[in-house]
């Protein structure tokens, strides 16, 4: 709490810097001009010193302005304060010139100190302490000049009489200040607050909209294992029919002497195997129960990255294969599955980068332990997937494949073994440099 309150306080202050400068620069070029303008008081007032004050109003203003084009420099935005301060001193010393050689504490333009210290006091974002010392220096300047006048004090108690006047109002200008101050940095404090609540918020907003999206894909798993559940009995039972009739019609002489018809007989029988491993796929969505306790057994991942190599052995010619793992692999769940899910990521990246023509394929398996889980990355150099396929590529039936190619299954399943192991199966890419698949599985007790 006191280093955030440290850093808030250093925030407020070098807001209130920047603050300070913008007041400081329109504030001299409105103060020149109000200079310039007085010369019509001096025609008014003293119409026989205005050669004298017309002289003396050019160079205040000149002094301004060049304290004005100071503030424009590095320098100048660090000692904002002290600058502003000093070329606020200069229409208080001319205005004090004016009564030292006019009427001392009988000339009206006492008035002028009054208002330039609450202007400082209203107007300009200055410290409490800065104001008050303008004012007592106004103070000593108003005495200095009467005091120092040819004719000396005529009139004592008017001369007191203003001269508290303008302390007072030095005093007011002060405290008007400090609580303007205060104000302020209660509102710089509310607007931090106020972003600090909506960074959380965004945050929230972006982990809802992440949960929503992992509902709709539990809902989408759900509906398609409805589907499949429904279909199962009434096409798995024709099948076993069908291949059973085969194979009892390839035992036939007459499919024996035939050629023609023995070809026909064994494509049908492969059409028929066709099916039944979309049915058994079909089974991981029927049956799965999230949350349920995944039925496997001990063994090394590190091992079953090894028999997924080996069975996509064909597909990854040409294509480096490098990996990094721990010393110990050991995790729990059903090895045959996942090495399931390791082929469908290999076959799946080597598919995209020899579709793209990927100069020097590769797929680094990356794998470490965290928090009690094996998390587990297969990262590709391929073209990697656009941002409109990204968020579907683990819906059922989707596939950017040509038709006939694939079913668009394979990750959707994946995303099924996985989530039965307690895990998440994601997806992350930057199209044209890479693509990678990461998942996390539990450790064998």
């Not at 990854?316 to 090895?335: A, I, K, S, Y």
Request: glycine share 8%; with cysteine; net charge neutral.
């Amino acid at each position: 709490m006191i280093g955030s309150a440290a850093a808030l306080r250093s925030n407020f202050r070098e807001e209130l810097r920047d603050y300070r400068l913008l007041c400081s620069k329109a504030g001299g070029v409105t103060v020149i001009a109000l200079v310039l303008m007085g010369v019509a008081l001096d025609y008014v007032v003293y119409p026989g010193e205005q050669a004298r004050f017309a002289f003396a109003r050019v160079m205040t203003s000149v002094l301004i302005g060049l304290a004005v084009m100071v503030l424009y420099t590095n320098a100048g935005r660090r000692y904002v304060q002290a600058i502003t301060f000093g070329w606020l001193l200069l229409p208080q010393a001319m205005i004090a010139w004016m009564i030292y050689v006019t009427q001392g504490e009988g000339s009206v333009f006492y008035a002028g100190l009054m208002l330039t210290i609450f202007a400082v006091g209203i107007l300009f974002p200055s410290g409490y302490w800065q104001t008050l010392a303008f004012g007592l220096a106004t103070v000593v300047l108003y005495y200095i000049a009467c005091a120092a006048h040819p004719g000396g004090i005529q009139n004592p108690s008017q001369f007191y009489f203003q001269l508290i006047l303008i302390f007072f109002c030095a005093l007011a200008s002060a405290v008007y200040t400090y609580f303007n101050e205060k104000g302020r940095f209660q509102l710089f404090r509310l607007k931090e607050e106020l972003a600090h609540k909506n960074d959380e918020l965004a945050r929230i907003n972006e982990n809802l909209a992440q949960i929503k999206g992992q509902l709709l894909q539990q809902e989408k798993m759900a509906a398609v294992g409805t589907l499949a559940a429904g279909l199962l009995h009434e096409v798995n039972n024709p099948v076993n029919f069908c291949l059973m009739a085969i194979e009892i019609a390839l035992e036939e002489p007459e499919a024996k002497e035939s050629a023609s018809l023995q070809e026909c007989l064994i494509d049908a029988r492969q059409g028929m195997q066709r099916i039944q491993h979309i049915v058994s796929d079909l089974k991981i969505f029927a049956y799965r129960q999230p949350g349920a306790e995944v039925e496997g057994r001990p063994f090394l991942f590190e091992k079953a990255l090894d028999s997924a190599s080996r069975l996509t052995a064909h597909e990854l010619r040409g294509v480096r294969m490098t990996r990094e793992l721990p010393p110990d692999t050991l995790v729990f769940g059903d090895e045959a599955a996942i090495i399931g899910v390791l082929i469908n990521l290999f076959s799946n990246a080597a598919l995209a980068m020899r579709k793209a023509g990927t100069p020097a394929p590769a797929i680094h398996t990356t794998v470490g332990w965290r928090d009690g889980r094996l998390h587990v990355n297969v990262r590709d150099n391929g073209p990697g997937i656009p941002s409109e396929n990204l968020a579907r590529v683990f819906e059922p039936f989707f596939t950017t494949r040509e038709v006939g190619q694939g079913l668009g299954l394979g990750l959707s399943i994946s995303y099924a073994v996985i989530e039965r192991h307690g895990g998440v199966l994601f997806a992350e890419s930057e199209l044209g440099q890479w693509a990678a698949f990461s998942f996390d599985l539990p450790r064998a007790e």
